[in-house]
Every structure is written in structure tokens, then in C-alpha cells.
């Protein structure tokens, strides 16, 4: 790993950057749907579930969004949390919200897959690639999510997690019209490579990046927590056209605020509130406060703690 006096403040771009682009997107493919109509989309082929290893190609499916759901499992997520956050997903890939998105794309139909992710070597495919396109296939979606044991591993590399699930675009079948990378957690990188310098290399590959910060306790320096989550996911870990965070506060909002985002990916916006593009400045907080945060607290070859 880089040595951490090498960061530059200055690396990084793209968060938000493009959001007018992709609102016009989001227009004009509304209105080829219109114009193509449902029977045009309904009659390409529609299978339950697909394992493609074909190439994009033109014999891919076609779809609105590849979609990656990265999911954060590392130790600093309680029992609770993690059940949470796997109830959150299930529940909103069959909500009507998500379902009424998915009718207004211009195939009106997704390819997802669900990861879970810890350390830099801790990533599993618990979903492989899947198509959705209506109640059934989300059902069933939401029902092999579901029946997965919930599992912790040690250590939260987000750049390892990123690295890992851009390589799950290629070769999977699927031919997107937007590809997006959902990323969740509740803490900063700490192992692995700088997490700017992985997201500058996925968004060079046309990817956007997207997050989910879990900001459910008081932060605590015992555990390496930081109050502003957020904010470091904005300037240090999301990036692409309409790139945005949706934050998790109250446990009560957990559930809410995973469907909102899964609506947004599927509609193919960002959040109307945000509307200052935040690649115009540096970042706010140091993009390496994880590794320095680790570093003070264990020291380098210290063992494993979460």
C-alpha cells in the first residue's frame, strides 16, 4: 500500500459532476420509451435468471442499469445493523416504488448482483448477476437475498470493494445503459490502496460510484469512527455523472432511505437538494483519515480488529 504521506488532496473528481447530463438522460430515454412503447420492449426476451459469461456484446441483454450492490460487513456493523441492512435491500427490490422506477426505463428492466465486502481480500458474491424486470423476478431476487446467512469478516477496505465489484461488469451478460456501483458502510477505508486513487481508476472506466453511509451510533475513537461519514463519502469515495449519498441517521430511516436510493439509481437521478458540484474544491476531510486512524491506533503489521 502507498505510503500514506502520498496522498494529494487534489485527486479525486467527478462527484456530481454531469448531473445535468444524466437529468437530460434520464429525459430523452423517457421519451424513446414512449415513443417504442411497451410492446416493443416486451417482446425482447425476458428470462427469470441469466449467468451469461458472454461479453458486451450484441448478444448481451440489453438493460436500463447494470447495478452492483456492494455491502458493507465488517465488524463495526452490529448483529442489528446487518439484519437491517439486508431487510433494507430485500424489502425495497420489491417495494412499488422500485418497481414503478423500473417500468419507466427505456427497457424497463435492470441486471443486479449483491456483494458483501470487508478487508481487501473479504469480498463474496452472495447474488450473482440476476435479471429484474417485474414483481416476479424482484421477488425472487429479494428471496435469495433473503435466505443467505448474515456474516461479519474483519477490516473495511472500500477501495478493495470498489476494485472488486468494477470487475463484475465485465464479461456478465448484460449490456447497461448506465453501470453503477452501490456502495454501503459505516466507516472509512483503512486497509488496502488509497481509496481516491481506486475510484478515479473505476470512474475512468465509465462507472458510477454511489453510497450509502450507515451513521446510526455516536462516533467513537475507540473504534476508529467519524462523525462526518458523509461528508467523506461525497469527497473521497462516490464520483460519476449525478454521483450522490443518501445518509443513514435513525434506524427507523434504514429501510426508507435504501429504497430511495434504489429508486434514484433505477429513475437514473440524483437527489434534487444537492446542486453545488463538489469537485470544485478539495476535499473536506482527509481522504486517508481511515489509514492514518488505523496506523495511530495499531501500528503497521498490528493484527486484525475490525
Given amino acids: 500500500m502507498p505510503p500514506y504521506d502520498t496522498f494529494d488532496a487534489g485527486v479525486g473528481r467527478m462527484r456530481w459532476a454531469g448531473l445535468t447530463a444524466g ?5 430523452v430515454t ?14 425482447s426476451p425476458k428470462p427469470l435468471f441469466v449467468d451469461l459469461p458472454g461479453a458486451r456484446t450484441a448478444g448481451s441483454i440489453p438493460v ?12 463495526s456493523m452490529d448483529p442489528d445493523e446487518l439484519a437491517l441492512q439486508r431487510d433494507g435491500y430485500v424489502e425495497a427490490i420489491t417495494s412499488d416504488a422500485f418497481l414503478h422506477a423500473l417500468k419507466g426505463g427505456m427497457h424497463r428492466r435492470i441486471a443486479v448482483t449483491y456483494v458483501e465486502w470487508a478487508g481487501l481480500s473479504e469480498q463474496r458474491i452472495l447474488l450473482p448477476w440476476r435479471l429484474v424486470d417485474g414483481g416476479a423476478t424482484a421477488a425472487a ?11 461479519r469478516a474483519y477490516r473495511t477496505s472500500i477501495s478493495g470493494a470498489l476494485r472488486f465489484a468494477a470487475a463484475l461488469f465485465e464479461d456478465n451478460g448484460f449490456d447497461g445503459i448506465h ?7 459505516d466507516g472509512t477505508n483503512n486497509q488496502g490502496p488509497l481509496v481516491t ?8 472506466k465509465g462507472i458510477v460510484i454511489n453510497g450509502l453511509p450507515i451513521m446510526l451510533k455516536r462516533p467513537n475513537p475507540a473504534t476508529m469512527d467519524i462523525p462526518n461519514l458523509d461528508v467523506y463519502y461525497e469527497d473521497c469515495v462516490i464520483g460519476g455523472p449525478g454521483a450522490f449519498v443518501v445518509p443513514i441517521r435513525a434506524r427507523e430511516k434504514f429501510k426508507e432511505a435504501i429504497r430511495t436510493k434504489l429508486v434514484l439509481e433505477i429513475a437514473g437521478r440524483a437527489p434534487q437538494a444537492r446542486a453545488i458540484p463538489v469537485q470544485l474544491r478539495a476535499p473536506r476531510i482527509p481522504c486517508t483519515i481511515g489509514e ?6 495499531w501500528g503497521r503489521g498490528s493484527a486484525d480488529y475490525r
Fill in 64 to 75: 436500463d442499469v447494470e447495478l452492483v450492490l456492494a455491502v458493507d460487513i465488517s465488524y
Fill in 197 to 204: 486513487a481506486v475510484r478515479d481508476e473505476v470512474l475512468a
Fill in 179 to 185: 453501470r453503477v456501483i452501490d456502495v454501503s458502510g
Fill in 30 to 43: 423517457a421519451m424513446v420509451a414512449g415513443m417504442l412503447g411497451a410492446g416493443s420492449a416486451a417482446s
Fill in 23 to 27: 437529468l437530460v438522460g434520464v429525459a
Fill in 292 to 297: 492514518q486512524m488505523w496506523q495511530e491506533r
Fill in 141 to 151: 431476487v429479494a428471496a435469495e437475498i433473503a435466505r443467505a446467512p448474515i456474516r
